[in-house]
């Protein structure tokens, strides 16, 4: 609660000022850039062009280092664990500063979204598995390939995609914009009530039309080429997947019609008084 001061100034009960804070996020979104900002500094202006190199082969996903090829049989930093881990931690890695600058708008917007209705430890499991599907299925198509894959966009392509299925609820106001507040918790829709709600799949529709034209042209990459096929991979994670991280109960099923009146007594001369 606060109340407007005789000053013109925002005051709270106990006479102090109101401050808005500098950043409106929830904590853990603001560790996760700080940890991807970080990154990108050390490798610009700390590392040698050899450690960064290290690093790429350390914690980018590269699709060489699986499967029966000639690179395959390269000893690669981190053997077995890192076959594992760099399936999720190529997401914390940037190809430049632009490229980390756009995903941590869109990570501020739509991550947010997801976090706020789910909470921290889902959150946790949900950026694990979409940045997971985002890496395979870029691995399905570049199967040999040494360029490394990285950056987090394959989860927030899962985040936009699990957002449609609660922030246009039909009949709530606010959208999106509710949604980045926290305030929306009704229940998530099928897959079934998805297609019927036309802004949920325009939303999708001109998100899965804009990677397609990013990723057939390049655009927006800072000089790299967009890996859709790992946007696509996490925006099937998060559309599918998304129901079983949700905190919010799903929707009661259907009454089995039979009849809900009073339970018969156990012997026919018992009869029971209300």
Known sequence: MVRFGGNGSWQMPDGKPYREPMFNLPKPIMVLGGIMILLQALRSFVLSEEQQVDVLLGF?????????????????????????????????????????????????????????????????????????????????????????????????????????????????????????QGTHRMPCLTLAQLKDNKQAMTFLGIWLALNLIFGLTAIGGGGASIAWEAHLGGFLAGLLLFPYFDSVPRRPSKPSGRSSGPKKPDHPHIRVIK
């Not at 029966?68 to 997401?91: N, R």
């Not at 199967?143 to 009949?171: C, D, I, K, Y």
């Open 60 to 180: 980018a996903f590269i699709p060489a280092r699986y499967g029966k090829t000639a690179l395959s049989a390269y000893d690669f930093p981190g053997g077995i664990f890192g076959d594992l881990w760099t399936f999720v931690t190529y997401a914390f890695l940037h190809g430049s500063w632009m490229h980390l600058v756009l995903n941590l708008v869109w990570m501020a917007a739509f991550a947010t979204v997801i976090l706020r209705r789910v909470g921290t430890a889902r959150f946790a499991g949900f950026f694990i598995v979409t940045a997971a599907a985002g890496a395979a299925v870029h691995y399905l198509v570049h199967s040999g390939s040494m360029t490394p894959l990285v950056g987090v966009s394959a989860v927030l392509s899962g985040a936009m995609a699990a957002a449609a299925r609660f922030a246009f609820e039909p009949g709530q106001m606010g959208g999106l914009g509710s949604a980045l």
